[in-house]
């Protein structure tokens, strides 16, 4: 049986990093190509993409800590 927390940090790091380096990137490329008009928008675009990719890997973090909690409980039950 798998460890739930341990999928959860996977999915959650990976959809992390994606939305900040998204973020970053429409950041960049709408600094470029879009009009300097609507800059408002694309901002507020980019701050919540970025600001939700935080979100996600900060909680990746705490599944991963729970995930190596049960992993050494099974440890030490085992071996005791």
């Known amino acids: 049986m798998g460890n739930y927390h341990f999928e959860k940090w996977l999915y959650k790091t990976a ?3 994606l939305l900040v380096g998204g973020g970053i990137f ?5 600094l470029s190509h879009f009009m300097r008009d609507d800059w408002v928008l694309y901002g ?6 970025i600001t939700i990719g935080i979100y ?12 190596d ?3 050494k409980q099974k440890i030490k039950q085992q071996s005791s």
Not at 56 to 67: D, E, H, R, T
């Open 56 to 67: 996600l890997l900060s909680s990746a973090a705490v599944n991963k800590v729970k995930s």
């Open 44 to 49: 507020l675009i980019c701050s919540v993409g």
């Open 26 to 30: 429409f950041m960049y490329y709408s």
């Open 15 to 17: 959809l992390g990093f």
């Open 69 to 71: 909690i049960i992993k």
